[in-house]
DNA sequence: TCCCGAAGTTCGATTTAAATG
DNA sequence: GCATTTAAATCGAACTTCGGG
């Protein structure tokens, strides 16, 4: 290993000398460019790289941000820490990624981790969030910059969402204009913050296009700490409802994950998807483009949501190095309707 | 920040035999139970934490581990970094995970990065990787402990891989056991590890079965930096073939992407799947369950070849710090075939 | 000789204060 | 905002050595 004083005694320079040329540090401006010329010829020649953690022992910064994740599992993830990383990795900085499994315990032990290790900024990606963070308060003492996506949180933090209630009325919107009055929804788990303004879009569509909504159609999906049951319960409560033999003509998912849920349940019920029945989607994620019939959905904007949160974070630690206020941002992105395969015309009722 | 020496000031000894004590370092066993005692509890009514900077330029441990992934927008990586997390977490290890996005440049500016902080050993999930990684000169000089899940390496690096030669053969005789004799394939990209043995797992068992390999029936996916584009080619080439009116009952892809690509050509061609043509994937991801109809695959054991790779990662850093011998493993994991709706018994030739 | 504890050095860089031309 | 360079203090913990009872 190289040190600064291999490289003090190649030069003939002191190790002062040299850290502040090899920084170009403020006093650098008074050294002579011959000085500096030998100092960074030592240093090529020598191979020399500074040691991080000693560095970061005495300045502070450790170039790195903490992602924590609630489960990594959900397809939503990935193109959040896509957005994240195109954003970190010009700046040199590094996401230090962290899941934790939706599991309260696994949270707190892991921040912990990432405060220890100097982490200059913070992102948390809830995008299906059941335990409760008032995590508020040690990163609000410490001063750290963050930024979560997906829920919007009191305090200093700042936040990036997408307009719940806007795609949820895109969706029914788009099911209106196809001719479905018989729709049938499949509203989110209580304890999810979305579920809430998702809803209110709908019902706010439904009255502004005077549209029933008939209660024996609505479905909930039960609270559960994983992301992916949201496909086994979309089909669940989709082939009980066929069972009922209530009538519908199209169906507006909570998630992409219950609606693969619930266009299986369909055709297993002898209900062709979207001859028989349309559907959407929310979300957007990867498998959408993939299934068969193609999944119309409402996109949520995620690399950008991602690089958004990584931006804000990136602000406030610049802030923070300057001594500038910390001001938090609370950004909502617009969704968009995606139109593939799932949806149709309304045909004449089955 | 709460230092080991305000602890000391607290508790009335120095700072030496404070840390002594909250190390239980070997000298701990001359300190009588009162110090200790009172130590520990100055330590508790402060709050101390210890600097894990500080204490990591000293002792050399960062308690860390390198995760380099060659494109997380592939499915495959997310079970095998579960398996990961689910071994490092218990033992106290944080993985630091890296993205490579298939470049080159990022390979080896991450792998600095990771090394400037000390990791103490290096995983490397190399999926679907096009880049030529002659690691071995930076990794085997600093005897880091290094393993590779899906690739084998000559020198001192591990691998975990699955049988790829034993999964293709699973394949093709599922589909033979149906009743499938003229059948489609389509293999990898030339520049990618798992191409070759695949393929010569399906000619081993053509050739125990005599079953005759029709070479218009044989496809080849273009090399291409990005995972997911075998989707997209997996539909093109499926769509040529079929153009060729050539005719067969059943089809294996290289990867469940261009399973899901042949499938929805073979839909948009007109022939059902399963009724008309089976196809079965490889990898079995995610999307295969969910699917319409769901994939049958063979599947790689994704989440114990991560967890296989963490684990010998482990004993090695062990190793190293116990000043043993580094011995590399390789193992071969079996894969499994899955069978879901998209395969059926052949039927009279379409 | 055995315990117990402290003083001082080390890790590798940054930074301040000061010395010198 | 002399210009140029450096010795020494610092960051926080770990470890080695040494002295007193």
Redesign the pocket.
């Given at each position: 290993?190289v040190?600064?004083?291999d490289v003090a005694k190649e030069s003939?320079?002191?190790?002062?000398?040299v850290?502040?040329v090899?920084?170009n540090?403020p006093?650098a401006?008074?050294?002579?460019a011959t000085?500096k010329a030998r100092i960074q010829k030592a240093a090529k020649k020598l191979h020399?790289?500074?040691?991080v953690i000693?560095?970061l022992?005495?300045?502070k910064r450790s170039h790195t941000v903490g992602v924590i994740v609630s489960d990594v599992t959900d397809p939503f993830c990935i193109p959040v820490l896509r957005g994240i990383d195109n954003v970190l990795y010009p700046a040199s900085y590094l996401p230090i990624l962290v899941d934790i499994h939706n599991q309260r315990e696994r949270f707190e032990r892991h921040l912990e981790m990432l405060l220890d290790r100097h982490v200059e900024g913070l992102i948390m990606v809830a995008n299906w969030l059941f335990v409760d963070i008032n995590l508020l308060g040690d990163i609000e003492k410490r001063n750290i910059p963050a930024a979560i996506i997906g829920r919007e949180l009191k305090g200093s933090i700042s936040s990036v969402m997408v307009d719940n209630e806007a795609g949820a009325r895109l969706a029914l919107e788009h099911l209106y204009s196809l001719g479905h009055r018989r729709i049938a929804f499949i509203r989110g788990p209580t304890t999810l913050a979305d579920t809430v303004p998702r809803w209110r879009g709908i019902q706010s569509f439904a009255r502004s296009a005077k549209l029933r909504i008939d209660s024996r159609l609505i479905m909930d999906l039960p609270n559960s700490l994983d992301p992916n049951s949201s496909f086994e319960n979309g089909y669940r409560l989709t082939a009980a409802l066929l069972k009922t033999r209530a009538r519908f003509t199209g169906l507006t998912a909570f998630d992409d994950l219950s609606a693969f849920g619930a266009m299986r349940a369909l055709e297993k019920g002898g209900v062709r998807v979207p001859q028989e029945c349309s559907v959407v989607g929310f979300d957007d994620v990867a498998p959408s483009m993939l299934s068969l019939p193609s999944l119309t959905t409402i996109r949520q904007p995620l690399q950008a949501m991602g690089a958004s949160a990584a931006s804000s974070v990136l602000e406030g630690v610049d802030a923070v190095f300057e001594k500038r206020l910390l001001v938090s941002s609370h950004r909502k992105m617009l969704p968009e309707l995606v139109v593939r395969e799932s949806t149709r015309p309304a045909p004449r009722l089955f």
């Open positions: 290993m040190t600064i004083r003939g320079f002191s190790a002062a000398t850290s502040i090899l920084n540090a006093l401006h008074y050294i002579p000085t020399y790289r500074p040691n000693a560095r022992l005495r300045s």
